[in-house]
């Protein structure tokens, strides 16, 4: 059956409010843009986040322990890429 030409017709010459969101969207920064996705995906962020708090593993290392940690991988991955 389709729409009434009347509105075919003036649907037509106006353009989509998704066409318009997606052209100012398109004008905006990356950085805007990053920032309007993260106020957009706020909740999801924010329920993923808390379950990576969750499943994360506390340890009792220093800053110091960690930095040596870290530094014996580096010496271990230089002396791989040279063997």
Do not use: C
Request: glycine letters at 2%.
């Amino acid at each position: 059956m389709g729409f009434p030409k009347t509105y075919q017709k003036s649907a037509n010459a106006n353009p989509s409010i998704f066409a318009l969101l997606v052209d100012d969207i398109n004008k905006m920064s990356a950085s805007e843009q990053k920032a309007l996705w993260i106020n957009t995906n706020n909740e999801k962020l924010s329920t993923l986040a808390a379950e990576i708090d969750d499943s994360t593993v506390v340890h009792n290392f220093s800053h110091l322990e960690i930095n040596s940690l870290i530094d014996e991988a580096r010496r271990k991955t230089a002396n791989l890429l040279i063997l």
